[in-house]
């Protein structure tokens, strides 16, 4: 929640000149905050940069305003039909059910649970041109950072240098991870008809050397130790980035061989041994990874600094899921949306002796623990809702709000639980003091955690034949869930989604183990229907149409 780099809005407004990239893949379509704006009285750019401190506020600090985000599509987390709930709402893990009048938007949210969107669908475009945005901007900023290196010293240049790139490669694996082929630009000058669509491989290979050979020359300290820096890309947040990389090796690079496969396990092992190496531990107490002062954890590997003071960056997750009586109860509004699916109730080993009609094909997605799992009612608002101080939440009725886990289905238009089915989320703590009904608060929003750095160690071992249960039982430990005496590739999916529920990762799982368009859940499916395809998201059609020769639509749509 303190301030990273406090004093990025007034300098982004006050020293960029305007940028249009519409001619780089569509990009100038979203431009917004300072991007768009040349306040009168602003220097011109040949002015601006009269020393280190200068050209670095113009080039490094204004980056890291986009990691997060106020309107949809915008931001890694926090905002509406973007990167997170392209990652969360095609799962398993949670829904947005139709209640009523509510959540239907033309059926999108739907869609995209059932995986039956399409290249038109606005919010592909909306958050490819958001990420590709950053991309341009890291281009064009290397490019001036680089006109002007004669303001800083050798060594500074290359930790800029190394910064703004690290910083692009982390957006090219999102949208690597989002759409496979898709155009590399690393050009400030390039343009539409520059932007060639690049296999998949080839930009992992792009992503693995960036990180490579930028990591050298970044602080070895922990983000969140920078002070009012802090929240900036340093060597921890690399080997997270790399780490992840190579786990999906299988997926990034399918066409390599089983050797190359295993050297990849290994490096994801190499660098999750490395975070553990900088200091990063699993914290005594789960919860405090999201409370309202999280900037001190010790797992939290990156994060987007949340200040309602300072940054317009929104974490409207909350908001979003939380029924209307318990949003006013706490002070705030709500919209009464996203829950838990069966299936996650499932695998936390969530039980409701009342609802004796839940579906026998849940039985085999049961817990093996013969006790609800304890971070399940950390994560979630289930059963009667009462406030921190014991306070039991009201319904207009005069009865008490109690949510009704498993009573979900995708459409619950006219059925008895219509509003109040479905566990919510929970997970980060309340920020009584937040602004804009509770979206503006201190909490940071935990983007990589040294959990799932664990767990990440511990799956690699196992697909290299060896024993991995040393890192989930540390995990498991912590909350006090008994230890798993044989850890698979299976326990360790389910150990995931328990785990990093909520933080936007699911979907990546899913596809590393070849279940994301599996109906394991209560996810119908036409008869005859396949949706492997759907394990990338289509180009937008939009995009396509700047480029029809250059870019051709992912198979299948």
Known sequence: MKATFKTINTICRSILNPLSVWGVLGCGLLLTSCLSEHPKGALEEEGAYKDATSLELATVAPLYNYIGGNSDSQGLQGTYRGVYDLNTFTTDEAMLPTRGGDWYDGGYWQSLYLHRWTASDKPF????????????????????LTANRNLLTEQRYLTDLAELRALRAMFYFYI???????????????????????????I???????????????????????????????????????????LNTEVYCP?????????HFQNCITYCDKLEAAGYHLTDNYADNFAVHNETSEENIFTIPMNKLLYTNQFKNLFRSRHYSHG?????????????TL?????????????????????????????????????????KVFTDDGTPVMLPDGSQLEYQPLAVQLDLTGTPYEKTAGARMHKYAIDYSAYADGNLQENDIVLFRYADALLMRAEAKIRLGLDGSSDVNAVRARVEAKPIDAVTLETILDERLRELMWEGWRRNDLIRFGRFHVAYDQRPQLAGESTAYTTLFPIPSSIIKLNPNGIQQNNGY
């Open 255 to 263: 066409n390599a061989d089983a050797a190359t496969h295993n050297t």
């Open 125 to 144: 475009a909306d958050t490819w041109n958001y990420l590709y945005k950053v991309v341009m901007l890291c281009n064009r900023n290397i490019a001036t």
């Open 343 to 383: 299936s996650t109730c499932a695998i936390y080993g969530y039980t409701d002796a009342t609802l004796d009609s839940r579906p026998s094909t849940l039985d085999s997605r049961l817990s093996p623990l013969d006790q609800i799992d304890p971070r399940w009612y950390i994560n979630f608002y289930a059963d």
């Open 204 to 246: 992992f290979h792009f992503i693995e050397s960036e990180l490579l050979e930028t990591i050298n020359y970044l602080p070895a300290v922990r983000s969140n130790q920078l002070g009012n820096n802090y929240g900036r890309i340093t060597q921890p947040v690399v080997h997270f980035l790399l780490a992840k990389l190579y």
């Open 176 to 202: 690597m991870d989002l759409w496979g082929n898709v155009p590399l630009v690393v050009e400030a000058t390039s343009d539409v008809s520059a932007a060639k669509q690049v296999n998949r491989t080839e």
């Open 328 to 340: 006013s109860a706490l002070g705030f509004d709500a919209e009464n949306g996203s829950a838990a």
